[in-house]
T-cell receptor, first 115, second 112 residues
């Protein structure tokens, strides 16, 4: 399997549930990203991990908790979400070394609905 | 804060027409992306550029760093080009991994 994969592709959850989104990249990249795309709004950066360390947290509520156990895997743990958190959650990866920047490759996204 | 503005927001054209989508941004950047998003959500990176011009098949992307402006052109447009086209920029920073700032996207429909 190649590229960036995300599971599940669709998720419906209640406000009291706890769930996790998974992202896996098979590109040998060392940076991974979570983005959120809400209806009628631009994509928004949520988190950035570089070499498994979180380097950016874009003022995201604590009900979203990222985890990067290794350079190939990225999780987004969800708990006590609100209906307004319903959105498409996209994962991306890139290969970044110091001041060198390469393009980001996106996964297919997880369509999340919070009831 | 870097603002990314795209125009037009919506564009409907006939098959074969030459398409131009514009992107303006407000601060210095290290790279600009053009992305394509089809219904269902998947995003494909079309171009990443920091200067000049790039061409891939019927797609051409240009950037003018001084004017903080980029354009995406589609020649001989086809119904399969129908998608949302998104401009995204990476601000100048200290280096390493950085998230992107996105425009709202241009919804393109090419009619047969």
């Amino acid at each position: 399997e190649t590229g960036v994969t995300q599971t599940p592709r669709h998720l419906v959850m209640g406000m009291t549930n706890k769930k996790s989104l998974k992202c896996e990249q098979h590109l040998g990249h060392n940076a991974m990203y979570w983005y959120k795309q809400s209806a009628k709004k631009p994509l928004e950066l949520m988190f950035v991990y570089s070499l498994e360390e979180r380097v950016e947290n874009n003022s995201v509520p604590s009900r979203f908790s990222p985890e990067c156990p290794n350079s190939s895997h990225l999780f987004l743990h969800l708990h006590t979400l609100q209906p307004e958190d319903s959105a498409l959650y996209l994962c991306a990866s890139s290969s970044d070394r110091g001041h060198s920047y390469n393009e980001q490759f996106f996964g297919p996204g997880t369509r999340l609905t919070v009831l | 804060k870097n603002e990314v503005e795209q125009s037009p927001q919506n564009l409907t054209a006939q098959e074969g027409e030459f398409i131009t989508i514009n992107c303006s941004y407000s601060v210095g950047i290290s790279a600009l992306h053009w992305l394509q998003q089809h219904p269902g959500g998947g995003i494909v990176s079309l171009f990443m550029l920091s200067s000049g011009k790039k061409k891939h098949g019927r797609l051409i992307a240009t950037i003018n760093i001084q004017e903080k402006h980029s354009s995406l052109h589609i020649t001989a447009s086809h119904p399969r080009d129908s998608a949302v086209y998104i401009c995204a920029v990476r601000s100048v920073s200290g280096g390493g991994a950085d998230g992107l700032t996105f425009g709202k996207g241009t919804h393109l429909i090419i009619q047969p």
